[in-house]
């Protein structure tokens, strides 16, 4: 199944940069990206809440909830694997599954996530984040345009029969 290839491919690559980060010495860090003119800074944070930092002192419900939610992710996507016409949304269940599943595996053998990027640029200089909070972020996003397409063509559709109705 080319869904649960996508996950493997990015949960395996934040992990594999979040290794990379932990690997390093905390010293040289932070510091700008090379070749970013400043405008990406790398950093070695780790997080043991939420994003940050949001109830780091409930460790068994910063566990729990992630991984219920990405199990009834997973099981949605599960469900509409076969599904004509629903591949968008299972690529954007695959980007949060996979992001998700990185920072699942953080929490569970780490006992924090790893973050590592910045956008220096306005009020996102404060914000560090790794490549798996881009993925739930974007699937996110692309669920939401789905769903809101959906919508759209449902009101497109109670108009045309709204019109039949008037016309009878």
């Given at each position: 199944m080319i869904y649960?290839?996508?996950i493997g491919i990015l949960a395996a690559?934040?992990?594999w940069l979040k290794h990379v980060v932990e690997a390093q010495e905390p010293e040289k860090f932070p510091r700008p990206l090379e070749g970013t003119k400043d405008r990406i800074w790398i950093y070695r944070n780790h997080n043991a809440g939420f994003p940050f930092g949001f109830l780091e002192q409930?460790?068994?419900l910063v566990r729990t909830v992630p991984l219920i939610l990405t199990s009834a992710l997973a099981g949605?996507?599960?469900a509409l694997r076969k599904k004509k016409g629903e591949g968008l949304r299972n690529i954007s269940a695959a980007l949060v599954i996979g992001g998700s599943l990185s920072n699942l595996y953080d929490r569970y053998v780490r006992g924090y996530v790893v973050d590592?990027?910045?956008l220096r640029v306005g009020p996102l200089k404060e914000v560090v984040f790794n490549l798996g909070d881009i993925f739930i972020l974007l699937g996110a996003t692309i669920h939401a345009v789905c769903m809101a397409g959906?919508?759209?063509n449902d009101a497109q559709g109670k108009v045309a029969i709204d019109k039949n109705k008037e016309i009878l």
């Open positions: 649960l290839g996508l690559g934040d992990q409930r460790e068994g949605s996507l599960f590592y990027l910045s959906e919508k759209g």
